[in-house]
Every structure is written in C-alpha cells, then in structure tokens.
C-alpha cells in the first residue's frame, strides 16, 4: 500500500481542499511503516486513508510484520522507516535487553486496549471464587485471587498452568505479571542466565503473537492470555474463552503502544520526523474527537485484511466503546480504547518509567539502578521535544487546539492515585524505587536472581 500511487487522484483539487500546511523541507518523502494486526495500530491506518501522510509530502507505505521481533530487526536494520511497537522495546533495545539499538518515540499511540482472557475450564473453575451482582452477573474488576485456588488445582494434579503473553517486553507480559501478582500468584523471574521468565513460577508465562492467541487457547496449550483487541473478543465471538478484566480496569488509563524510530533516522531526518508526528497527531484527534463519533468508520478501515483483517463486527465491540466479556454481559467501557484525550498522545516519561520498573521488577534489568537511571533512561528514549514541536505547527496551521497539548509539562504525570490501580498500590514515576520497594511481589532494593534463588 504505497499512498504515491495516489497522489495523482488528490493532485486536481489539492491545491482548493489541502488545509495551509507549514513547510517543511522533507529529508526523506517515502517511507515504510510497520505494524502488527492489532487495533491499536488505528493511528498509522487513519493518517494513512484520511489522507494525513499525503499532507505533509509523505509517501508511505504500511506492512503488516509476522511478529513483533521481526519488526523490531526491520527498523534497527532499515528496511522499516518506523513502526507501531510496544512500548517496552525501544526501551529495552536502547538499555540492551536483547537486541541492542537507539530507538526513541515521539509519539504514543493509545492509552488501555488490552485484557486478560481465560478458557471456559478456567473461567467455570473461577466463577465460585467471584462476587456477583444482584442481577448475578460477575463482578468486575477480578482479582487474580479468583484464580489462586484454580492454579493450585491444576499443581495438585500435575499440570503446569500456562498463559500467554505477546513478547517478553510487552505491555501485555507486565500488565498479566501485575494482575497474578495483585493476586498472590508468582509468574516467576528473569534472569542472565534464564530469559524465560519462569523461574520460580506458579504460572508459566509465554510469547504467542497475538493473532494466533485465540487457536492456541483453543487448542488446550494455554489457560489464557493477556493481549490486545480484537484478540480478546474473538475469544467470545468464537465461544472459547472468556476476558476477565480490561487493562483499563487493571490501571486506569495505562499507556499501551508507541511509534518508534531509530535515533539515527530522528537526528539523520528531523523534519520527515516532525511532519511524520504531525500526521499521526492529527489521526489520533480524528479517532477521538467528538465523542468517538468516528469509531465506525475507523472500524471498517481496520477490519480490512490489509490492516487487522478481523470482522468489523468483533473490532466494533471495543473500539466503539463497549465491551463483551461473556456471550451476551456486554458492558459500557467508553475508555477501552482511548487514542487522544487524557494526553494519550505524548511520550510521558513517567510512562517510560514504568515499564523499566516493570523489567527490573522481574529480573529483566538484573541489577539495581538509581533513581537518576531511570530518569536518564527515559529521557534517551521518549521525545516529547519532537511531539512539541509538531503539535505547535498544528496549533498554528490552525489543525489542532493549543488548550490540548501539556506545553509546561516536566514529562511526568502526576502520581497514579491508588485508587485507579487494581491492587491500591499508587505509582509515582519520580520514585521508582520506592515504589518497587512498595509492591509485594517482585525484586527490590539489591535482591538479584541467581540461579533458582532471588538473593540481597
């Protein structure tokens, strides 16, 4: 899909319908963006068919990747220009956990998207652990310890119990390990020596990428899953498994995915980079504007098999603002998928925090870091002086509202209430290790994991 072929079609009443774009001198004017078939990779797809790219003299073309390594490899070895990633791998690649390279992000592309999914076993063996309401349905959210008693069945007979997750650096790894936790369940350690994230595990942890999620639950070899839409309600749709709880539910508000590029490409291509920023600004206040009174047609746009290729009716279910967690208990959830408001859209250091906490949490970072680390870390990798600089040249070209954007911003957010987080642990970006100091599963202070053991 290369949007130069086009360009012709637009080239007639350009020049009548294009809004008064800034110029900016492009360095490089074709590119090629990946992404994985998930909904939230609706930004890259909005700037691409509402014409955004083409308004900055942007020529791309999008390609779906098999997995999210693959992705990676191709923007570290150039063959993607950029790409829809998660938010822990320009991260981890830069700190070098796993492949190493500089990838920076000007740009965050959602906030919430994901949940946790259980087959029907799981989910019949959870429900006697679960509240109800007074019209009997489940209550929500559900804590993990609901699921406790059926992970200790499962060992009592012999059987490990498996779920999976979307990558080892993923939101969705570190959102499933919060909610076990929260629960009083171990999903075990990382080490040097061990990457496969089960050491000491009461629940086995690992990666299927996330279209194939629905088959391998199906086919009995995971229990269940954490990752992002429309993966969970195919599950309902499909009739094998059932979502226990959203990641909004889990963390308010949490940020899911980010754009990356390589620091070379930023610093070897600054205005392709901005105009790149600015397109994709403009997409995610398109998805969210006027009360989400875009979602349907964002809908049909991903369920086309060049994009998620999933039925448009399974996106609809929480793209539109509700969500289905058994056939039939259809809830409202207005922020499932939030892509503008509430700043989605800017690259908070705070969030860049978080997800290193999460990796030194289980072992990923293996050694204890200061607080200045974490700090310095996040500001090598998030860009919010890029976001800025575009999101002014929206303001003044009269695309965008000046009161939107959080000019004064230090790059944290204020703390996360404990409220808004399912075990009432508030997070605080500015302490990180106080708050690893403060969650009760996990490393803290100078405990390391060697071997089997976490010692310190």
Same mark, same amino acid.
């Given at each position: 899909?290369?949007?130069?072929?086009?360009?012709?079609?637009?080239?007639?009443?350009?020049l009548?319908?294009?809004?008064?774009?800034?110029?900016?001198?492009?360095? =490089? @004017?074709?590119?090629?963006?990946?992404?994985?078939?998930l909904?939230?990779m609706?930004?890259?797809?909005?700037?691409?068919?509402?014409?955004?790219?083409?308004? /900055?003299?942007?020529?791309?073309?999008? !390609?779906?990747?098999?997995?999210?390594?693959?992705?990676? @490899?191709g923007?570290?070895?150039?063959?993607? @220009?950029?790409? +829809?990633?998660?938010?822990?791998?320009?991260?981890?690649?830069?700190?070098?956990?796993?492949?190493?390279? +500089?990838?920076?992000?000007?740009?965050?592309?959602?906030?919430?998207?994901?949940?946790?999914?259980?087959?029907?076993?799981?989910?019949e063996?959870?429900?006697p652990?679960?509240?109800t309401?007074?019209d009997?349905?489940?209550? +929500? *959210?559900?804590?993990?310890?609901?699921?406790?008693?059926?992970?200790?069945?499962?060992?009592?007979?012999g059987?490990?119990?498996?779920?999976?997750?979307v990558?080892? &650096?993923?939101? +969705?790894?570190?959102?499933l390990?919060?909610?076990?936790? %929260?629960?009083?369940?171990?999903?075990?350690?990382?080490? $040097? @020596?061990?990457?496969?994230g089960?050491?000491?595990?009461?629940?086995?942890l690992?990666?299927?990428?996330?279209?194939?999620?629905?088959?391998?639950? !199906?086919?009995?070899?995971?229990?269940?899953?954490?990752?992002?839409?429309?993966?969970?309600?195919?599950?309902?749709? =499909?009739g094998?498994? &059932?979502?226990?709880?959203?990641?909004?539910?889990?963390?308010?508000?949490?940020?899911?995915?980010?754009?990356?590029?390589?620091?070379?490409?930023?610093?070897?291509?600054?205005?392709?980079?901005?105009? &790149?920023?600015?397109?994709?600004?403009?997409?995610?206040?398109?998805?969210?504007?006027?009360d989400?009174?875009?979602?349907?047609?964002?809908?049909?746009?991903?369920?086309?098999?060049?994009?998620?290729?999933?039925?448009? /009716?399974?996106?609809?279910?929480?793209?539109?603002?509700?969500?289905?967690?058994?056939?039939?208990?259809?809830r409202?959830?207005?922020?499932?998928?939030?892509?503008f408001?509430?700043?989605?859209?800017?690259?908070? #250091?705070?969030?860049?925090?978080w997800?290193?906490?999460?990796?030194?949490?289980?072992?990923?970072?293996?050694? *204890?870091?200061?607080?200045?680390? #974490?700090?310095?870390? %996040? =500001?090598? &990798?998030y860009?919010?002086?890029?976001?800025?600089?575009?999101?002014?040249?929206?303001?003044?070209?009269?695309?965008?509202?000046?009161?939107?954007?959080?000019?004064?911003?230090?790059?944290?957010?204020? *703390?996360t209430?404990?409220?808004?987080?399912?075990?009432?642990?508030?997070?605080?970006?500015?302490? *990180?290790?106080?708050?690893?100091?403060?969650? $009760?599963?996990?490393?803290k202070?100078?405990?390391?994991?060697?071997?089997?053991?976490?010692?310190?």
């Amino acid at each position: 899909m290369n949007n130069r072929t086009i360009l012709g079609a637009f080239a007639a009443t350009a020049l009548f319908a294009a809004p008064a774009l800034a110029e900016l001198d492009l360095e =490089k @004017d074709e590119l090629t963006f990946g992404f994985i078939k998930l909904t939230d990779m609706a930004p890259l797809a909005v700037a691409y068919e509402q014409g955004y790219f083409l308004d /900055e003299g942007l020529f791309v073309t999008l !390609e779906a990747q098999a997995n999210w390594k693959v992705l990676l @490899d191709g923007v570290i070895d150039g063959q993607l @220009d950029g790409a +829809h990633m998660l938010a822990g791998q320009p991260l981890a690649a830069t700190i070098g956990y796993g492949t190493e390279a +500089h990838i920076v992000t000007p740009f965050s592309m959602d906030l919430n998207g994901n949940g946790i999914t259980v087959s029907n076993e799981v989910w019949e063996m959870m429900k006697p652990n679960i509240p109800t309401m007074d019209d009997g349905r489940p209550q +929500h *959210p559900i804590s993990a310890e609901a699921l406790k008693p059926v992970v200790e069945s499962f060992w009592a007979e012999g059987k490990p119990f498996n779920m999976g997750m979307v990558f080892p &650096v993923s939101t +969705h790894n570190y959102e499933l390990r919060y909610w076990l936790a %929260a629960g009083g369940i171990n999903p075990g350690y990382y080490s $040097p @020596d061990n990457v496969t994230g089960q050491i000491g595990a009461e629940v086995f942890l690992s990666v299927t990428p996330p279209p194939q999620m629905p088959a391998t639950l !199906e086919a009995g070899t995971i229990s269940g899953y954490c990752v992002g839409e429309p993966w969970n309600q195919q599950a309902v749709f =499909k009739g094998i498994g &059932v979502p226990v709880i959203t990641d909004y539910e889990l963390w308010k508000n949490n940020p899911e995915k980010v754009f990356g590029i390589t620091a070379e490409f930023a610093e070897q291509y600054p205005n392709t980079t901005r105009a &790149v920023t600015k397109a994709l600004i403009r997409a995610a206040i398109w998805l969210d504007e006027n009360d989400n009174a875009n979602r349907e047609e964002a809908v049909e746009i991903l369920s086309r098999p060049e994009y998620v290729g999933a039925d448009a /009716e399974v996106i609809a279910n929480s793209m539109t603002g509700t969500f289905e967690y058994e056939k039939g208990d259809v809830r409202e959830v207005p922020d499932f998928n939030v892509f503008f408001r509430y700043n989605a859209t800017y690259p908070f #250091y705070s969030d860049a925090v978080w997800y290193l906490t999460q990796m030194r949490r289980w072992g990923q970072i293996a050694e *204890p870091q200061t607080d200045a680390w #974490y700090d310095e870390t %996040a =500001k090598s &990798v998030y860009r919010p002086d890029i976001y800025l600089e575009a999101a002014r040249m929206l303001v003044d070209e009269g695309l965008a509202d000046e009161a939107d954007f959080p000019w004064d911003s230090d790059g944290y957010k204020a *703390p996360t209430p404990a409220a808004d987080i399912i075990d009432g642990i508030p997070y605080d970006g500015r302490a *990180p290790n106080a708050y690893l100091d403060s969650l $009760p599963i996990g490393l803290k202070g100078d405990q390391t994991v060697v071997g089997d053991q976490i010692q310190g």
